[in-house]
């Protein structure tokens, strides 16, 4: 600044302590500043300048990153308007031209922008839509096949997204939110109204289920004294029980506890006779091995009558032993039936060579093979005798065959 005439290239101060700014070859008077000196009148408009350079600095960066606000051609204009006769010094004329060119700019912009606040509120809508549309599925599924606890966990998410896509995503026309919000409304409605209306029927099931088997619980309790005696009728009482019906899973369960407590005590009562009678029958099945010990020997002997007189023997002393424990009565039974199978088998080897209609028809058959075999003899020696080494051969051949028939029959 001159001291001479307190001016810069941008501006003056007069006498008058009277600011003025140079527009081209023209000046315009932007204020007074009475109170100061020439330097700090100049200071203060240059200081309105630079502030209004720096609203346009800053929009400048913001339109060229893509960041401007939504309202960014508003922006433009408002400064434009402080543009026309800014109480400012400065390079107004060159500022006026920056925000001209902002201007085209801000407008492709505020396109751009208004064109992905449509594409996110379209991608809004569909979002809420997909929420709608799983809510109204669920809600139509067959009551038979719904699993409550996971679908009334999914509605609960259901809504969860539809809040966020609410708070945080971007503003959908209220029409169109209104009308899917009460689709999702209507769903959840229809859910929750078969939910409960399910859960209701559960209650009176489980509330009739309950009274019958307590009522066979009862039965079965009442058993008790009866011991072994009363398995028959508890195991009728448990036809009752599967016809009776399911209820929740817990109830079922402690009540299905404690109608098996119930025959436990019948089957106790059973184990331990059958405990005791093993015990009792431990000593025959001693008695028993040991005989079958004694009778195994039979096992050897080929002859049928004294094969015969031991087995009766031992068979009348295995019936008075008496019963054996269960679990070893196949054991010892197979042992014995050994045994038998073997002196049957002697006698029906015996029967088959004495049979006397057998024996007939056996002796008959033998007469024919050996006038047969002597016949085949003499035609063997008349084959060597001429030399004829195939008639000989055929009748080597049916010789060996009658030989073998002959000697089966002899057996």
């Known amino acids: 600044m001159s001291e001479a ?3 810069t290239p941008w501006g003056r101060v007069d006498e008058n302590r009277t600011v003025y700014v140079r527009e081209g070859d023209t000046e315009r008077a932007v204020g007074e500043f009475p109170d100061g000196t020439p330097e ?3 200071a203060y408009f240059t200081r309105k300048f630079a502030d209004l350079e720096g609203q346009v600095s800053i929009l400048e960066q913001r339109i060229a990153r893509g960041t401007a606000p939504a309202d960014v051609a ?5 400064l434009q308007e402080q543009l026309v006769e800014p109480a400012a010094v400065g390079d107004i004329a060159s500022l006026r031209e920056r925000v001209a060119k902002l201007g085209g700019k801000a407008n492709e912009l505020s396109e751009k922008q208004q064109a992905e606040r449509e594409a996110a509120r379209k991608e809004a809508l569909a979002h809420r839509e997909s929420i709608v549309a799983e809510a109204e599925r669920l809600a139509a599924q067959p009551e038979s096949s719904i699993r409550w606890k996971e679908t009334g966990q ?6 969860t997204d539809w809040q966020t896509s609410q708070r945080t995503g971007p503003q959908v026309p209220k029409s169109q939110a209104d009308a899917l919000w009460k689709r999702f409304r209507s769903a959840r409605q229809t859910f929750d109204s078969a939910r409960r ?9 489980n509330k009739e289920v ?3 088997k307590e009522r066979i619980i009862a039965a079965a309790e009442a058993l008790a004294p009866k011991g072994v005696e009363g398995i028959p009728a508890y195991r009728g009482l448990l036809d009752e029980w599967k016809a009776a019906g399911r209820a929740s899973r817990k109830l079922d369960d402690q009540l299905w506890a404690r109608f098996k407590a119930a025959g436990d005590v019948l089957y106790q009562a059973k184990a331990e006779e059958v405990a005791q009678t093993n015990e009792e029958y431990s000593a025959n099945l001693a008695a028993k091995e040991a005989l079958l010990d004694e009778a195994e020997p039979i096992l050897q002997d080929a002859d049928r009558v004294s094969a015969r007189k031991k087995l009766t023997a031992i068979q009348l002393r295995w019936d008075e032993i008496g019963r054996v424990p269960r679990e070893s009565l196949r054991q010892v039974e197979g042992r014995l039936r050994k045994i038998e199978d073997h002196v049957k088998e002697l006698e029906d080897e015996h029967w088959r060579k004495t049979n006397p209609e057998t024996k007939a028809r056996s002796e008959g058959l033998r007469g024919q093979l050996e006038a047969s075999i ?13 030399g004829d080494s195939r008639a000989q051969a055929e009748a080597e051949q049916k010789l060996a065959t009658q030989q073998s028939w002959l000697a089966a029959i002899a057996d």
């Open 40 to 42: 700090e009148a100049l």
């Open 374 to 386: 002597a016949e085949l003899t003499e035609t063997i020696d008349a084959a060597k005798a001429s």
């Open 74 to 78: 508003d922006t433009v204009s408002r």
């Open 154 to 159: 999914a509605f609960e998410q259901l809504f």
């Open 5 to 7: 005439t307190n001016e």
């Open 197 to 205: 209306a399910h859960f209701a029927q559960m209650d009176a099931n």
């Open 210 to 212: 309950k009274q019958r």
